[in-house]
């Protein structure tokens, strides 16, 4: 008689197995997609509230800033109706460390210009101060480290935050960086001649836009992504020095970026989100994964959420930015993953799951022997 025979429930153990083999892609969980309304408000920026467990999103055309559920619920966080009237509220981030909320806030002409950093306490609502961003000069701007007379108007951008609660905000016209500390006095921090050292292609639609997304490494600097070339910078916290992180091809029209606990960057175009690593602190960097998204819907941000799940922001921002402002309420925030990522994932569980059924058929074996043998004594 053989061992299965003998044995029938190890015949159902090898059956579950293999049935819980072929249905683990059928199982696994389906991507987080969160549809929400609100009329006009084309959401540039995203951020992720921990102690909440809810999303902030600001948007081009109203002074709000809302909190959206896991369900899609839309609720105003913020309304400070003392900002100018139609200013956009573009980068958002979470300081976790004070709980406030930090927003980039910036004028469009016709109106007058207007760049600053707001920042609201998340248990109160209220506005701890209003840093408004200068420029060195509204008319020039610096080419290779050379002043030229310009019209562009500056945008702040993007903003990220480090452990003491100094802001950095990415300024993506003038290619420099503001830094606000956390009593709201505000600085240019890094005016590096590499961020206008890298060739601009006249005809880019999106020539216009330097310095975007970035982001606060512990380790003591800033990663921030150019969106007209396509380049990502290491800027030292301290003293503003930057260098090129040397990347094996460019992130053609990239915009936000997000950083993963285990160190993963993320950074997202309207086009794909990049999946990023770096053995060597950001000398260099590779891709490792890069993702399509759906150019329609114009995601600008990425954002970890809950669990280290990764979230791109579709808030038809062009649109928004083209005078369709009536036509549009419904947008989503969408999870993204990385199919080499969750391939991995599968490999371990079908190793670990083939690890504990040999682990259990030798089991079985032995306690076999050890009956055989008992009788064979007490015979």
Not at 9 to 21: G, L, N, P
Not at 155 to 182: E, H, L, M
Not at 286 to 305: C, M, T
């Amino acid at each position: 008689m053989s061992l299965f025979e003998s044995n029938p429930s190890t015949i159902r153990i090898i059956f579950f197995t293999t049935v819980f083999i072929l249905l683990c892609p059928a199982l696994a969980r389906n991507p987080h997609i969160i549809n929400f309304r609100s009329p006009n408000l084309y959401p540039e920026g995203i951020a992720w509230d921990p102690s909440a467990q809810h999303f902030l999103v600001g948007s081009l055309h109203h002074r709000t800033i809302n909190s959206i559920s896991d369900a899609g619920v839309v609720q105003t966080l913020i309304s400070d109706p003392t900002l100018p009237v139609n200013t956009s509220i573009l980068g958002l981030t979470v300081d976790r460390t004070t709980n406030r909320l930090l927003a980039a806030v910036h004028s469009d002409a016709p109106l007058p210009p207007f760049n600053a950093l707001a920042a609201y306490d998340l248990r109160t609502r209220e506005r701890l101060f209003l840093s408004i961003l200068q420029s060195p000069n509204e008319d020039t701007e610096v080419q290779d480290g050379i002043e030229t007379p310009t019209t562009r108007r500056q945008v702040a951008n993007d903003v990220a935050v480090d452990f003491k609660g100094n802001a950095y905000v990415t300024n993506s016209a003038g290619n420099f960086i503001w830094k606000v500390n956390a009593n709201g006095e505000s600085s240019i921090f890094s005016r590096s001649p590499l961020f206008t050292r890298y060739p601009i292609d006249p005809n880019d639609p999106y020539n216009y836009s330097g310095l975007n997304g970035i982001a606060y490494i512990s380790k003591g600097y800033l990663l921030v992504v150019q969106t007209n070339t396509g380049k990502m910078f290491k800027v030292d916290a301290d003293d503003g020095t930057a260098r090129l992180v040397l990347l094996p091809e460019e992130l053609t029209w990239v915009d936000g970026m997000a950083v993963r606990k285990d160190g993963v960057v993320l950074a997202v175009s309207h086009k794909k989100l990049w999946f990023l690593k770096s053995d060597d602190s950001w000398g260099e960097g590779v891709v490792y994964d890069k993702i399509a998204l759906d150019e329609e819907g114009f995601a600008s941000s990425v954002i970890v959420g809950a669990e280290d799940r990764v979230y791109v922001l579709y808030g038809h921002v062009l649109e928004g930015t083209m005078g369709k402002v009536q036509g549009r309420e419904v947008f989503r925030i969408e999870e993204v993953r990385s199919e080499k990522e969750s391939g991995g994932q599968k490999v371990w569980i079908l190793v670990m799951v083939g690890l504990g059924l040999a682990y259990f058929l030798f089991w079985r074996f032995q306690m076999k022997q050890l009956v055989t043998n008992m009788d064979k004594k007490t015979n």
